[in-house]
């Protein structure tokens, strides 16, 4: 099976998936960093989700914006 990865175009994608794409980008570089997140779907206290450290235990609550 022969598949191509083609990137998006930021500017391309509405609100909504500009949210998801920034989520997953964040989330990506909070790993570097030790943190794993949970996305919560319905804005707990203002929070899109929840970053938590592996080790500390720290956790962050993250609102995004596209």
């Known amino acids: 099976m022969n598949s191509k990865f083609k990137k998006v175009n930021y500017s391309d994608l509405d609100g909504r998936q500009q ?12 790993a570097t960093y030790g943190y794993h997140t949970h996305r919560i779907p319905d804005d707990w206290l203002g929070a899109d989700f929840i970053a938590r450290h592996m080790v500390t235990k720290q956790q962050l609550k993250v609102q ?3």
Request: glycine share 6%; charged share 15%.
């Open 64 to 66: 995004l914006k596209s």
């Open 19 to 30: 949210e998801v794409f920034n989520f997953q980008w964040l989330s990506g570089i909070l």
